[in-house]
């Protein structure tokens, strides 16, 4: 006879957390065993899955600002167990408790952020917009890229350098109103992750960051609106069940309407004399999504964004016989769309497939029409660019045991690009006849890029964890087949129960690039992709860092970074995308960058007073050979960074919101002595050179980026008024953006002062001029809730 072995028998705990009033699910929500502390953090979608041995347990499952639920049972088997959480009426430190499980002195990541909607929705903003990217500004490692834009400038990189994916798709221009509002309504986001560095195998396609923002699902219990009229835009967000725990949908509207109150006045001061003149500019955006479970295990989800920026003109000369017509046209947007099934294999096996498509565009025409009573003439210009992806995805999510918590995956996407193509037709006729219709420029790139990923969250012991991951890739571009191997690692060593330290490296690629000649995010700024002669760019990252948890509702993060970045790329000297007569890949050199320094930040998550201060110490360096034979500073090197954020909620019905920011001035380059342009007869031909040479305001730097602008602060606050109605909730908010009224320079020019003349014979003096665009801006926004 065999002798009988008793082995220790495990079962695995799986399900959804959802929200119990919503019925959106929880991503990020905590559950754990707690006389083992094992346990599990559910991912985007609401899932989790830990094991653990037979017998009695209590299991607690918690998310912030959410109450608490304890069950005691006895695990005799694998079981699926779905949590509803319900919402905090008011959040106070006496009811709120510290989780235990994955959150920032816990977890392996680091170089993390993630905000509640609820945090971003409190604090003042910038003509009464709420605005997630404004609001990532005021994070360390994040800097705006000037006054007012919404550019994200991350520990270094470039705006092309940060992978903005909304529900998992890519978001190729995230600006509205040319860089001084982002595309997304606050309305119909449920959750905002920032990951500066320590980038998981998960990710891939860019080097400096990853901004996951994920839309809401739509209540699935009852029917509910919110909006809001603010000074120049609406919006309106309606959700609501189609089947009752099965089925539901958001849909979500935002528009600007200054150009609609604005038409009769132009009208009224223009019309006159044969002449009219009409002009304005908009923009709009619409969220939809809606969603069905099939089962517990089985759901589907159909989710798109479309939003659009058009800025126009018409003039209009009528006399006589005379007729003169002239119309402006510039548009740019985004479409995004993205089917995606989740599916539960098992207690142990998640996965979530996806197909989505992408589309930016951007579109500059003009078109005259001139008519007498025996000639005709017409013309008409065209420029057109942007990109279009079509993409799939599968990833999968395995838990075996506590110790490992797996995930892989891979996905296609398949590029068209259209980097710069005009059109231009001209028609006439009597007594002059001509006809022509011509297309030129840069014709369509195809490329395809593939992504392959494995990465596993190891636990050994109760004070290490580390995420270790291999991240492959491939892009197919005409005859060419670029590859790349990029490991990732990050490790947390649990000093204490307060006090964790971490260490992390990423290697990653990118295979598209941002050609840009501007400061502002112009719609005008091209992607494009690597090309038989550009390679791809990429980048090495190490970090370290630590967390201290002083108490339950505060802690201090301190992180230090060090950044290589290869073949990076800009415009060579005197080339822009208005260059059509060149093909872009002769426009443009290429080039290294370095970035590194240091952020720390003081954060309250917790309690009737919450907010953080953030300080940035960095340094940011690039050399391109044909600009400069040295290392000069980065445009965004920004030596010192600072943010103070708090909110204050005194009652239910009043809270107050504030942000201040500090940061050193941008580096720019001017030029201080002009050239007349001659040919060899001397005729001047229409343009000036301008000459750089040294200056002794930044060390050791000649020509490129050799000044400093002024400084750069102010302070925004702003004041929420709260009252219940019969049919719901509204508020009115009042702030000001820049509330001490501080001339910040938006871009700054060398002149001449008329008046440093001593005589008549004396030439004038060069001095620095700047000019500023938002002295101080108040706003007043009424929202409501139903």
Known sequence: MLPLVSFPQNFTISGYIEDGATGEKLLGANVYNTETYQGATTNNYGFYSFTQGYGEMLIRYSYVGYQTKKIN?????DTIINISLQPFIELEEVVVESTRV??????????????????????????????IIKTIQLLPGVQSGSEGTSGLYVRGGGPDQNLILLDGVPVYNANHLFGFFSVFNADALNTVKLVKGGFPARYGGRLSSVLDIRMKEGNSKEFHGEGSIGLIATKLTLEGPIIKDKTSFIVS?????????????????????????SGGYYFYDLNAKINHKFSD?????LSSYMGNDKAYAKDEYHWDDYYDRNEFDLKWGNITTSLRWNYMFS?????????????????????????????????AFEYFSGIDDVAGSIDFDYVPNTSHYIRFGASNIYHTFNPGVNAFSEKSSGSYTNDVDTVFGNTKI????????????????????????????????GKKFYTSFQPRISARYLVSEKMSVKASYAKMTQYIHLLSNTSIGLPTDLWVPVTETIEPMQSDQVAIGSVYNINKSLEVQVEGFYKWMHNL??????????SISDSWQDLITTGKGWSYGAEFLV????????????????????QFNEVSDQKYPYRYDRRHDVSVVVSWKKSERFDIGAAWVFGTGNAVTLAFDKYLSLDNYNNYLGNDISYYHELPYIENVENRNNYRMPAYHRLDIGFNFHKKTKWGERTWSVGIYNAYFRQNAFFIYVDYDPYSRTSISDPPKKVIKQVSLFPGIPYVTYSFRF
């Open 253 to 277: 509207g935002r528009r600007t309407y200054i150009d609609i109150l604005a038409q009769p006045f132009i009208r009224l001061a223009n019309n006159q004399n044969g002449y009219k003149t």
């Open 603 to 622: 954060r309250k998550n917790m309690g009737k007073v919450t907010g953080w201060v953030g300080y940035t110490l960095s340094w940011s360096e690039r």
């Open 102 to 131: 994955e959150n920032s002195l816990q977890s392996s990541q680091m170089s993390v952020t993630e905000l509640p909607m609820q945090v971003i929705k409190s604090l003042p903003v910038f003509m009464g917009e709420i605005d």
């Open 569 to 578: 790329i800009t415009y060579k000297p005197g080339a822009s995308y208005f």
């Open 73 to 77: 049972f006895s695990l005799l088997n």
């Open 297 to 301: 295990k089985s759901r589907l989800y």
């Open 347 to 379: 207690n142990k096996l998640f996965a979530n497939a996806r197909a989505s498509y992408s589309r930016y565009k951007f579109i500059v025409s003009e078109q005259y029409e001139y008519e007498t009573t025996d000639y005709k003439e017409e013309y």
């Open 446 to 477: 195809f490329a395809n890029e593939i992504d392959v990923y494995v990465e596993d969250d190891i636990t050994l012991g109760a004070r290490i964890k580390t995420n270790i991951g291999i991240h492959l890739s491939g892009f197919a571009v």
